[in-house]
């Protein structure tokens, strides 16, 4: 066989093999280990940075609930700025800064939330499995949440958009951008996650309980 077919075709066989590896698993197809543990811990700073949105809605919610009682029924346009600093699961902090647009309605029991700010991660520290991730580096994010009488109404969407550099306790480093929403559906009950992380596809659905919201 004449090496130049040879060499074709070796190359074809091995981009082919690519390929099927990279479309395989959408959430872990990432080229090294380290890029494909960071999808959970996308999932985990979500959540944290969830709780730290809710928790500052439902203080708002209090203020209204005070202000209306005497005065009667009607719709409220709040706006606040907020900055909350955490501690990460394992160590190092996570900083949200913020600001939130809150209407609601009494008589209808309708509130909706525009929230948008940044994210620090400083050497934030996630386990995963028998491994621990440390990450350092910022992100852009906003969200959009809808409640009717307290009960999530609709799809309740955030985006993230930022870089990171991480560092596993197997010696892995890595830096890296990423670009992904997060859609919580409270009449499928499911969390999906889907964009891209290390210019790589990552998607993921998983169960979601909207009563606790997390």
Avoid at 48 to 73: N, P, Y
């Amino acid at each position: 066989m004449p090496r130049t077919r040879l060499f074709l075709g070796l190359t074809l066989m091995t981009l082919g093999v690519f390929l099927a590896c990279s479309e395989a698993d959408p959430l872990t197809n990432s080229i090294d280990t380290l890029s494909s543990d960071m999808a959970e811990v996308a999932l985990e700073s979500d959540r944290i940075t969830e709780e730290i949105v809710l928790a500052e809605l439902a203080g708002m919610g209090q203020v209204v609930k005070a202000a209306t009682t005497d005065t009667g029924s009607k719709v409220v346009t709040q706006e606040k700025s907020f900055s909350i600093t955490r501690p990460c699961p394992e160590g190092g902090e996570l900083t949200v800064e913020g600001s939130i647009v809150r209407l609601s309605d009494p008589d209808t029991g309708v509130m909706e939330a525009t929230i948008s700010g940044s994210r620090t991660r400083t050497d934030c520290v996630f386990a995963h499995g028998d491994t621990t991730i440390t990450v350092n580096g910022g992100s852009m994010w906003d969200k959009f949440r809808r409640r009717v009488d307290g009960v999530p109404d609709g799809l309740q969407t955030s985006h993230y958009s930022g870089s990171w550099f991480a560092v596993s306790s197997t010696g892995e480093e890595r830096s890296c951008t990423f670009d992904y929403t997060v859609v919580r559906d409270p009449e499928t009950q499911t969390r999906t996650v889907e964009g891209t992380m290390c210019a790589r596809r990552m998607s993921r659905r998983m169960g979601w309980n909207s009563s606790s919201d997390g």
